[in-house]
């Protein structure tokens, strides 16, 4: 799996391209976003648009991701999230845990009109 990094002002954006199954690819997206904590990025968005396939570990590396941004004070949104990839959120409920759009500039929109 590869995976871009792009800076749009002060917005992280991640564009994954590839299958999320599990290592390596699970521990280079954890690894990119604890990189991006330390470096004091609050907001990040994850292009999930090249991502056909998802199984539990890479279900459980997005958890793990939102969860080390909201502890260090930032967040995370998921944009372009295919419908098998989809299907599993709704499955697994966590359609109710991430924010999702349909865009990557929707998402980014995002963190200007929401305030924490």
């Given amino acids: 799996m590869q995976i871009k990094e792009k800076m ?5 954006i991640l564009t ?4 999320l199954l599990g290592e390596p690819d699970t521990a280079n997206l954890r690894d990119k976003i604890r990189s991006l ?3 004091e ?14 199984n539990s570990s890479g279900l459980g590396t997005l958890i793990a991701g939102l ?10 949104r998921l944009s ?11 499955i697994t409920q966590l359609v109710k845990v991430f924010d999702t759009y349909e ?12 305030k924490k």
């Fill in 103 to 114: 865009t990557v500039d929707r998402a980014i929109a995002s963190f200007k009109t929401k």
């Fill in 16 to 19: 994954l391209k590839g299958d």
């Fill in 41 to 54: 990025v609050k907001k990040v968005v994850i292009d999930l648009g090249g991502v056909n396939y998802m």
């Fill in 67 to 76: 969860t080390t941004m909201r502890n260090a004070e930032g967040e995370l």
């Fill in 8 to 12: 749009d002002s002060e917005v992280a």
């Fill in 80 to 90: 372009r999230v295919g419908k098998k990839v989809q299907n599993l959120f709704v």
């Fill in 37 to 39: 904590v330390n470096d």
